[in-house]
């Protein structure tokens, strides 16, 4: 082989070793195929809708979390301001109605919810120096205290052209095809953008980043806000979902968003990784739960085996990372 025939190759696999999310569409791939024997309807187009419509919040939760996670800091308030914002937007629209302003309204007021929550989540930890870790832990605990004060208890209704209109399509296609798909153009419109390119040298090297003149405050402030965004969509996606309000509904978000990031090959110290893989990350969630339900094991051993099975792909998901970072 000439030598620059060799140089090429070595930068082929150059790069393929920094697609960390390589691994996790791999496992995407073959854990489909699985729940497609196991499923025969799953390829039908409702039946697909429906499980897409299952990945969504987490999905979205996900991307949120990656930015902070790229940053080299951690959300764990995630789904605490998802309860929030859906308690806050259902009170919302018993208050204001069914009208097309009051949907509006509400969803706009759910949504700079979720932001100031991550602005609040931003200045504690890069203006205050508090630990990401701990400080996001703290503020979840407030936050789910303000959407129990917000809704004591589970309950309220969505409007129905609100949910209908979630459930439904445009042009054929169903609405949460369509946010998919919008989400995935702003994932990679944006990781091509100037500030993502510094969002990763803030994660990848912090002091350098400093010295170099980058605004570090000021990114790690903008991730954190990024992730109460997508937290605040995630919730409105959730109140469409199940046409009401509670304040546990995003308790379980937290740590399955995190769980999403590593399968898509980000790594938790920050600098390597992307949104991409922590979108792929969410949907393998979604099909190992659907492998284990549709396989039909003893209801004691699904948590057994669904754990055993994630942990397999994470510590893929960490090895890849690792050779990324050589």
């Known amino acids: 082989m000439s030598q620059a025939g060799a140089s090429g190759s070595a930068a082929i696999l150059l790069s393929l070793r920094r697609q960390t999310w390589i691994l996790a569409a791999i496992v995407f791939v073959v854990l489909f195929a699985v729940n497609a024997v196991l499923q025969p309807r799953l390829l039908e187009p409702g039946v697909m809708t429906t ?95 303000i959407a129990l004060w917000v809704l004591p208890q589970a309950g309220g209704q969505a409007p129905t052209p609100y949910w209908r209109s979630y459930m439904g399509g445009v042009a054929g296609i169903g609405v949460v095809v369509w946010i998919t798909l919008g989400a995935l153009a702003f994932v990679l419109i944006f990781q091509r953008s100037r500030f993502y390119a510094q969002l990763m040298a803030v994660g990848g090297q912090r002091q350098a980043a400093y010295q170099s003149g980058l605004p570090v405050m000021g990114h790690r402030i903008r ?78 051993v699904q948590a057994l085996v669904e754990g055993l099975i994630i942990l397999a792909v994470l510590a893929g998901g960490v090895l890849m990372t690792r050779r990324a970072a050589r």
């Open 51 to 145: 499980t897409l419509q299952t990945a969504l919040p987490l999905l979205l939760v996900a991307i949120g979390q990656t930015y902070v996670v790229l940053a080299g800091d951690i959300d764990l308030s995630v789904g605490s301001i998802v309860s929030l914002v859906n308690v806050s937007v259902v009170t919302l629209f018993m208050a204001w109605g069914d009208g097309p302003l009051a949907i509006f309204g509400a969803m706009a007021v759910g949504i700079a919810i979720g932001v100031a929550c991550g602005v609040a989540n931003g200045i504690a930890v890069a203006v205050l120096r508090f630990q990401p870790i701990v400080a996001t832990f703290a503020t979840a605990i407030v936050i789910a205290g």
């Open 223 to 300: 991730a954190y806000a990024l992730s109460g965004l997508f937290a605040g969509l995630t919730a409105l996606c959730l109140t469409a979902e199940t046409a009401s309000g509670d304040p546990l509904s995003g308790q379980a978000l937290t740590l399955q968003s995190v769980t999403a990031v590593v399968l898509g090959g980000t790594a938790l110290a920050g600098g390597i990784g992307g949104a991409v893989g922590s979108m792929i990350g969410a949907v393998v969630l979604i099909l190992i739960r659907n492998l284990i339900f549709f396989a039909r094991l003893p209801f004691e």
